[in-house]
């Protein structure tokens, strides 16, 4: 009997063990301080496109920890939700979060499932401020959401711009994701900008899926065509298979690629080799020196045991900014997450501006989208150089 009793005491005990343990799919703060504002962040950190998720709960939870060691007025609780860049898993995370009594959003990291949880927050009055999902959609319509990355449309004109005022390439293709909305708003603006420009896109090809593994049809039409330069608007995955698949048919173009191919060089398994002379457009070099990169890099790299990339620097910037605009609207930890939305959608609007690792003097339109410039860099012996 007395056995009995200790095993039925054991288990109310594990029961009990069980039951403190946050509900986040990754990183997530369990001493809540019941002054501090509930963040919640998500985004992929399991599945294809876990690089940038992982990157994205990393550097806002380094800011988070910055934040609170600091002792300010305002102080966050953290909690970072897996939604393996899958629109309704996004919508799940969100709706686990709001369970936990989430108050702001960062997030969510991918476009897809950001436009369907953009879509909640919105409806529920939650602010958002997403590191990284780029598409106009993502905004559209909703007071309340936010960017700190630059939109698909800037990357696809500044894209086209850069190539054509550099002459980059006389005969251009494009290979790009059409089921995706980041992929398809780059290419939109990219093609209709090289028009203007009197530069030929001498072929177009297209997949469906991120986890396409053979583009061998894609490059030979390129190939055939005789571009010598391929746009890539794609992701650091499929972007990883091409420059391999160009190698073994000794296809070599000048390949330029957008803010989605950041991570690459961090991606298991990719022979950095096949990225030589590969230009990107990003807001962040983890090579800079300027000094709170360098800072950031260093907490980073012993934290983590690696290079950051943009997304975790946007994720930085994308924690601090909130910080800084809930400090000019008088935002307190006891105030609703609808409250909260209404004090902090002025501030954005307004003359609030933020100075950070990817950008400085950013400020908001009415559209959410921020203003600061991309940058092109080439990659060159295995790190970014700016050009």
Request: glycine content about 10%; hydrophobic content about 45%; aromatic content about 10%.
């Amino acid at each position: 009997m007395k056995t009995m009793k200790k095993v039925l005491c054991l288990a109310l005990v594990l029961m009990m063990v069980f039951s403190t343990v946050a509900c986040g799919g990754g990183g997530s703060d369990e001493d809540t301080d019941a002054n501090a504002i509930k963040l919640g962040g998500i985004g992929p950190i399991t599945g294809g496109a876990a690089v940038y998720g992982v990157a994205v709960m990393n550097g806002a939870q380094i800011a988070v920890d910055e934040i609170n060691a600091a002792g300010g007025d305002i102080t966050f609780a953290y909690n970072f939700q897996d939604d393996e860049h899958d629109a309704e898993k996004g919508v799940n995370a969100y709706s686990n979060l709001k369970d936990w009594g989430l108050q702001i959003l960062m997030g969510t990291v991918t476009t897809t499932p950001c436009i369907a949880v953009a879509g909640e927050t919105f409806a529920d009055r939650v602010f958002e401020l997403t590191p990284s999902a780029s598409s106009a959609d993502v905004t559209k319509g909703k007071d309340n959401v936010f960017q700190l990355c630059f939109t698909d449309p800037n990357q696809g004109i500044t894209a086209a711009n850069y190539i054509a005022d550099n002459a980059l390439g006389t005969k251009i293709a494009v290979i790009y994701n059409n089921a995706d909305a980041y992929s398809t708003g780059i290419y939109t603006a990219f093609q209709a900008q090289l028009k203007t420009k009197g530069i030929e896109i001498v072929y177009t090809g297209t997949f469906a899926s991120d986890d396409n593994a053979d583009f061998s049809v894609q490059l030979t039409g390129a190939k055939e065509a005789g571009a010598d330069l391929v746009f890539l608007p794609i992701y650091y995955t499929p972007a990883s298979l091409i420059l391999a698949q160009a190698k073994s048919m000794d296809y070599a173009p000048t390949f330029f690629g957008v803010d989605g191919m950041d991570g690459i060089l961090a991606l298991e398994g990719f022979d950095k080799t096949l990225a030589e002379g590969v230009m990107l457009m990003t807001p962040f070099n983890p090579w800079s020196t300027d000094e709170k990169v360098a800072a950031f890099v260093a907490e980073y790299e012993s934290r983590f045991g690696e290079t950051p990339n943009q997304f975790a620097a946007d994720a930085y910037d994308c924690v601090y900014a909130i910080h800084d605009a809930c400090i000019a609207a008088g935002v307190t930890a006891d105030m609703d997450a609808a409250t909260i939305c209404e004090a902090l959608i002025p501030v954005f609007t307004g003359d609030f501006s933020y100075d950070g690792l990817t950008g400085t003097d950013m400020t908001w339109s009415t559209a959410g989208e921020v203003s600061k410039a991309p940058v092109v860099c080439v990659i060159q012996n295995g790190q970014y150089v700016d050009l």
